[in-house]
């Protein structure tokens, strides 16, 4: 799985969008980009996950450059309980086996009144 | 509801003793994982599992052992060989084909 590097730390004010880059250069063609985030100590929960075009759900949008090298999560309005560590992984989507399912150190994200 | 099952949440042993941690899931999930979190730190993969039978050594297997003997179960055991044991440890599974990891809600081991 390539590797991924994230900021160890984010401060975003209520109400304001929380972007969160990561950068994964070394991604290759199959790797998809995955989000989750851990509030602490709870077990990390998926958000969203995309392969090169942009992707929006409920919780976030995903924007993955077009050299598919970097990746931005954005909370459009976040709140107090988005505080949490924010994981970005990089990973084939395989069927027949499991892959490991590697996570790095993540991005702290602190949201402020 | 379905989901995936830690017990316990918290767990103290003395130094030397062999634990079994349980996870649980009712997902019908082919994939389960076992993590560790040291505090501060991100997760670090133990072992994994594709299915029933069959598990492999994740990025830190020494000083633990699994077993995967039916689908919905893959316990952890912390063995006495395992040189620092406390740690808060993270169960998921996922569907082979769906992209989606479930977590549990962990088991923070202390030994002492």
């Known amino acids: 799985d390539a590797k991924t590097t994230q900021p160890p730390s984010m401060d975003c004010a209520e109400g304001r969008a929380a972007n969160l880059p990561c950068n994964h250069s070394?991604?290759?063609?199959?790797?998809?980009v995955y989000w989750y985030r851990q509030i602490h100590s709870q077990g990390p929960q998926y958000i969203i996950h995309?392969?090169?075009n942009n992707e929006t759900n409920e919780m976030a949008s995903l924007i993955i450059t077009e050299d598919r090298k970097s990746s931005t999560l954005i909370l459009p309005h976040a709140t107090l309980r988005d505080t949490a560590v924010y994981y970005c992984?990089?990973?084939?989507?395989?069927?027949?086996?499991?892959?490991?399912?590697?996570f790095g150190t993540g991005t702290r994200l602190q949201v402020t009144l | 509801d379905g989901g995936i099952t830690q017990s316990p949440k918290y767990l103290f042993r003395k130094e030397g003793q062999n634990v079994t941690l349980s996870c649980e899931q009712n997902?019908?999930?082919?994939?389960m994982y076992w993590y560790r979190q040291d505090p501060g730190q991100g997760l670090r993969l133990i072992y994994y599992?594709?299915?029933?039978?069959?598990?492999q050594k994740g990025d830190i297997a020494e000083g633990y052992s699994v077993s995967r003997e039916k689908k919905e179960s893959f316990p952890l055991t912390v063995t006495s060989a395992q040189k620092n044991p406390t740690a808060f440890y993270l169960c998921?599974?996922?569907?082979?084909?769906?992209?989606?990891?479930?977590f549990g809600q962990g088991t923070r081991l202390t030994v002492v």
């Open positions: 998921a599974s996922r569907q082979q084909e769906n992209t989606e990891a479930f």
């Open positions: 070394t991604i290759s063609g199959n790797e998809y």
């Open positions: 995309g392969l090169k």
């Open positions: 992984i990089v990973r084939a989507f395989e069927t027949g086996t499991a892959s490991k399912l590697t």
């Open positions: 997902l019908n999930h082919d994939a």
């Open positions: 599992s594709q299915i029933v039978n069959d598990f």
